[in-house]
């Protein structure tokens, strides 16, 4: 769990994105395993405030919006099975 933290910490993520429904349900609850080491409290709850939730498998087919202006790396964790597929587009611009 550290070594996620301060990997993601080195990296300089902006954000983590993540469906709750798999492997990074954990990902929210990091500040809550790390509250007390008092050299990890606050790098956990940074850590958390860049998660994005995002996908559940009841949904199906979603959109996610986030302001990637200047982000370096994007980091995507989910889970795929059976006959699901995964289509990631990724555009820096959007206009309404």
Known sequence: MKA???????AGVDYIVSNVGGCGAL???YDHFLHEDFEYDALAKWFVSKVIDVIKAEEGLVTVQVDIAGVKS???QGDVKGDTAVFV???TSYYK
């Open 4 to 10: 996620v933290v301060d990997g993601m910490m080195e």
């Open 89 to 91: 587009p990724l555009t």
């Open 74 to 76: 994007l980091y995507i």
């Open 27 to 29: 990902l929210v609850e």
